[in-house]
């Protein structure tokens, strides 16, 4: 069992560029997340989905995209990067609402 | 919106001292979860409480919530270097989880 697993673990992008953030998991879980920890800062949520097919925006959607068409996938689109998108970025998975959430291990990203 | 306001933002203890960390939720939660996050790590789930007025202990960690179900604590006992990190609670609301800005705790030796 994997678990959450986050692709890459680091990067750097220049400004305008565009990468798209991959998240899977193994454990069959319905509900994904996306958010982004800012240095020393709590977890802010980018977009969430509850199922396949299922989106939806959470406190700082503006400047992603996400999808999910798959139980397994949840990946993380930047269009137009911005440094202020400098962060890092966790994706989280669990069964359903009012259970734990597992966290993957994060994607390190910079924008110069 | 919903917000969990979390304090202290940081503390600087003694080993062997203790540590509080305090959650408070605008709105009644349907339960509350506490994670901790090591420096350069990711959050783990610690514990959920679901009723009024619960508590929970794990070792040196005793968990609380409120009776109104809108606040929480988490009280770790005689501080040890492992405990360092960031500990976070999270309120939930819906299908989300809105996270409080955490506590650091740093332990000197």
């Known amino acids: 069992n994997a678990g959450v697993t986050q692709t890459p673990k680091f990067r750097i992008l220049k400004i305008g560029q565009s990468m798209t953030l991959q998240c899977t998991q193994d454990?069959?879980?319905?509900?994904m997340y996306w958010y982004r920890q800012d240095p020393g800062m709590g977890l802010k949520l980018i977009y969430y989905?509850?199922?396949?097919?299922?989106?939806d925006k959470g406190e700082v959607p503006n400047g992603y995209n996400v999808s999910r068409s798959t139980t397994e996938d949840f990946p993380l689109r930047l269009e137009l990067a911005a440094p202020s998108q400098t962060s890092v970025y966790f994706c989280?998975?669990?069964?359903?609402?009012?259970?734990?959430?597992?966290f993957g291990d994060g994607t390190r990203l910079s924008i110069l | 919106g919903q917000q969990v306001m979390q304090i202290p933002q940081y503390q600087h203890v003694q080993e062997g001292e203790d540590f509080t960390t305090y959650c408070n939720s605008s709105?009644?939660?349907?339960?509350i979860q506490w994670y901790k996050q090591r420096p350069g790590g990711h959050p783990v789930f610690l514990i959920q409480?679901?009723?009024?007025?619960e508590v929970k202990k794990q070792k040196r960690l005793t968990f609380q919530f409120g009776e109104a179900k809108k606040n929480s604590s988490l009280h770790i006992t005689a501080t040890q270097t492992t405990d360092v990190g960031t500990y976070f609670c999270?309120?939930?609301?819906?299908?989300?989880?809105?996270f409080g800005a955490g506590t650091i705790l740093r332990v000197k030796s």
């Open positions: 989280a998975s669990r069964r359903s609402g009012n259970q734990p959430q597992h």
């Open positions: 454990m069959n879980h319905n509900y």
């Open positions: 989905s509850v199922g396949a097919g299922i989106t």
């Open positions: 709105t009644t939660l349907s339960n």
């Open positions: 409480l679901v009723k009024s007025g």
């Open positions: 999270a309120g939930e609301y819906g299908n989300k989880l809105v």
